[in-house]
């Protein structure tokens, strides 16, 4: 099998950006890298996923449950593993880099039980991806912590720069907070390799932490995967 990286966090931390930094730095260095990104809009597999974060299910993330949302997702990653990226996941010469995966779901769908209900859940879903649908486990999970504020900002300031209407996700704040909440305790349950993208303040001046360049970030990442 090949080896998979994950890479998450909350939207605007960088995933992306990330992924296809690493992707080519390991292409330069004669590796056969396939990229993967999550949620695979516009496939059959992500119906239920689109149909959800448009609000047709309940114009709030709450009004779906947390199993449900996660078959969603589940879904989505069983088509295309199926259709899509199976023969190079098991290729032991490919890496496979991923913009979320499994992990998405701890992230976001988490919060919204009860926290004693956290465990049970994070167990139910991993049995129910890698083990009753099957697919990759991650290698390593790589989770680029972004505070929720910044994290609100930045897809606020996306939005107006491009058009894109905000997802039932997007517009809601307090979902920020609680999935970066669970996030944190996924990371320390599940033992993911934990980046921060900001850094606080030296300079005495009110505001918000600082964002960290991504040179500094990519330069962590490789440091964490040994890549």
């Not at 992924?19 to 949620?39: M, N």
């Not at 909440?181 to 993208?197: D, P, Q, V």
Request: aromatic share 12%.
């Amino acid at each position: 099998m090949g080896k998979l990286y994950v890479i998450d966090g909350l939207d605007g931390s960088g995933k992306h950006t990330q992924l296809t930094r690493l992707a080519a730095y390991l292409r330069q260095k004669g590796k056969k890298v396939r990229c993967l990104a999550f949620p695979c809009y516009r496939t059959p597999g992500a119906v239920l996923v689109e149909e959800y974060l448009a609000g047709h299910l309940g114009g709030l993330p709450s009004d779906t449950g947390a199993y449900a949302a996660s078959l969603f997702y589940a879904m989505d990653r069983y088509y295309s593993y199926c259709t899509d990226w199976r023969r190079e996941a098991e290729d032991p010469e490919t890496i496979l880099l991923a913009d979320r995966y499994t992990t998405a779901n701890a992230v976001h769908q988490t919060g919204k039980l009860p926290r004693e209900e956290w465990d049970s859940f994070l167990d139910w879903l991993y049995d129910t991806e890698y083990g009753k649908l099957g697919l990759p486990r991650p290698h390593q999970v790589i989770y680029l912590e972004l505070l929720p504020a910044l994290s609100l900002a930045l897809v606020e300031k996306r939005s107006v720069s491009d058009g894109r209407v905000q997802d039932i996700h997007e517009k809601d704040a307090s979902f920020f907070e609680k999935s970066y909440e669970t996030a944190l305790y996924a990371a320390e349950k599940c033992g993911w390799e934990k980046i921060r993208c900001f850094r606080e303040r030296t300079d005495g001046a009110d505001g918000p932490p600082l964002l960290r360049t991504e040179e500094e970030i990519f330069s962590e990442i490789l440091t964490r995967t040994g890549l």
